[in-house]
């Protein structure tokens, strides 16, 4: 079955960086691709989705990247403000189905004053 | 258009009581999801309805557990007998397969078992 890594589990960055979050997944027939934004007590909410059609996708100051060739897939955030601090999750489809995901484990970020 | 609505939010219960969850979807959204979530972990996908047919059940999903959508609107996850642990997060979401079948999760549902 489908498998997600995320990496790293926890990152810390000053205000104002960058920050990149890394994916990997398993099959190579999963062709949908969400990022979820998780504060705490609240469930996850979606900030950025790619299929695999697309080899990025740009929303502000939040962008994905995908390689389907390595089978990765990145979340990239710019001038990270404190509200940004959250776990982030990554996810893949289930193979080409579109009704179920695989999620990650989650990446904490802190956003450093 | 509303949320994904949860309820309770919280639920504290002694082991070996039963519990109920109740989820509303986002009108129109015909699939419904439930997934759990523990501490420092993703969510783990439990089941799921296309309109009221249950067409998949994890094997998380133990004999305890059972999920109704009987009219294809709300469902609810019941968890019998409960255990120490079942205590988690358990999530619902929804989403629309004509409208890219992007899933949208509610605000969950917190279950200690004490």
């Known amino acids: 079955g489908e498998n997600v890594e995320q990496h790293p589990s926890t990152l810390s960055v000053q205000e104002g960086d960058s920050a990149v979050i890394k994916c990997t997944y398993s099959d190579s027939a999963s062709n949908y691709f969400p990022w979820y934004k998780q504060e705490l007590g609240k469930g996850p909410q979606l900030i950025i989705d790619?299929?695999?059609?697309?080899g990025e996708k740009k929303d502000q100051r939040i962008a994905v990247t995908l390689n389907k060739t390595a089978k990765h897939f990145s979340l990239h955030i710019t001038e990270t403000q404190p509200e940004d601090s959250a776990v982030y999750f990554c996810a893949a489809s289930m193979g080409n189905r579109d009704d179920k995901i695989i999620f990650g484990k989650g990446t904490r970020l802190h956003i450093l004053p | 258009d509303t949320g994904v609505s949860q309820d309770p939010r919280h639920k504290i219960t002694k082991r070996g009581q039963n519990v109920t969850f109740r989820c509303d979807p986002i009108s129109e959204h015909n699939r419904l999801y439930w997934y759990r979530q523990t501490l420092g972990q993703g969510p783990e996908f439990l089941t799921y309805f296309q309109n009221e047919a249950q067409l998949e059940k994890s094997r998380l999903l133990s004999d305890r557990f059972s999920a109704e959508r009987p009219k294809g609107s709300f469902s609810t996850l019941e968890i019998q007998r409960t255990e120490q642990g079942d205590s988690a997060m358990y999530l619902c979401?929804?989403?629309?397969?004509?409208?890219?079948?992007?899933?949208?999760f509610g605000e969950g549902s917190w279950l200690t078992v004490v």
């Open positions: 979401a929804s989403s629309r397969p004509s409208s890219g079948n992007t899933i949208y």
């Open positions: 790619i299929r695999s059609n697309v």
